[in-house]
């Protein structure tokens, strides 16, 4: 792998863990922020770090496809939360697997990702560049 491409997947994985860290505090302190923000900054901040994931992934890609992509599987995860069944749930019960694959369908999740979308392709233009 060549020095620019190791230095954008080290920036990236910088951002995943910022976009997690801050998103998990969203949760924990949601409550300590303005109302919007504190309802609404996990689910942003979870399609910001989905953003970056595909583009550790998708380092020659457009940012447009990266940015449907995150949009198309954070949709789907949405929908996946429609689906019960005891094994789903039971992972859906453990930190990771809630934080992953969230607990309940909510439409206003789709904006919260559109955002998130928005915000990750607009830092990886300004700071990263790594598709045009």
């Not at 607990?103 to 206003?108: D, E, K, V």
Request: proline residues 2%; positive net charge; hydrophobic residues 55%.
């Amino acid at each position: 792998m060549k020095a620019k491409n190791l230095s954008q997947v080290f920036n990236y994985i910088i951002l995943i863990i910022v976009a997690t860290i801050l998103g998990i505090l969203s949760r924990k302190y949601g409550s300590l922020l303005p109302d919007l923000v504190g309802r609404y900054a996990g689910d942003t901040l979870w399609a910001v770090a989905l953003y970056f994931v595909i583009a550790i992934f998708s380092l020659k890609r457009t940012f447009s496809f990266r940015f449907v992509l995150t949009l198309i599987l954070a949709a789907l995860t949405e929908f996946s939360q429609l689906y019960h069944a005891p094994w789903i749930d039971g992972i859906r019960q453990t930190t990771v697997g809630a934080l992953v694959l969230g607990n309940t369908f909510i439409w206003t999740d789709f904006l919260c990702y559109l955002a998130g979308a928005v915000l990750a392709v607009v830092i990886d233009y300004a700071f990263i560049k790594t598709r045009t």
